[in-house]
């Protein structure tokens, strides 16, 4: 299953771009790039945009597909749908995760995997952490039409709230601590 790795923001709040933040010795991005590969995700696209060329310098894995938003600044929606494009709409369901969940593992990823292929139907499988429903999450190419639709900043939280087909849960333990800001960064541990 294709996995899509939204990296294309210019990271405003943290004063720094968050896909170069050196965690456990490599960058948010490059972990996440890993863990993705590490899942079996195939292929694995990492969507950037703000400080493009920067970033995809800083890239260690050769098998990633790179894609190029040039609507980045139009928020995470324009991303969704580059990387839906990126990755063809063949697949029975995309992968859709960001770069900025630090405690995100190759092990969660593989169970939300699991989840999904051991589902009767196609539904969403989505993490879930402090009382609500996040990324990564799985989407079955049912909904890919409402994934291009989105518009804006608004990404796929919408149809994790009211989801078009049926959703399952992965406790995500950890996952509603992002980098966004630098207080953020400063509590990582």
Known sequence: ?????????????LGQPKQRVLFQGETLLNRAIRIAHEACANPVAAVLGADFENIRASIRDKGVMIVFNDSWQQGIASSI????????????GVLILGCDQPYLSAAHLRALLER??????????????AGVRGMPAIFPQAVFA????????????????????????????????????????????
């Open 1 to 13: 299953m294709p996995a899509i790795i939204l990296a294309a923001g210019a990271s405003s709040r």
């Open 81 to 92: 749908k580059a990387g839906l494009s990126s990755v063809g709409l063949s697949s029975v």
């Open 116 to 129: 999904f292929e051991t589902s009767a139907s196609r539904v969403i499988v989505a993490s879930t952490y």
């Open 146 to 189: 409402q994934l291009a639709s989105l518009e804006g900043d608004k990404g796929a939280r919408a149809l994790l709230g009211a989801p078009p087909v049926p959703l399952e849960e992965v406790e995500f333990n950890r996952g509603q601590i992002d980098i966004d800001t630098p207080d953020d960064l400063a509590q990582l541990t």
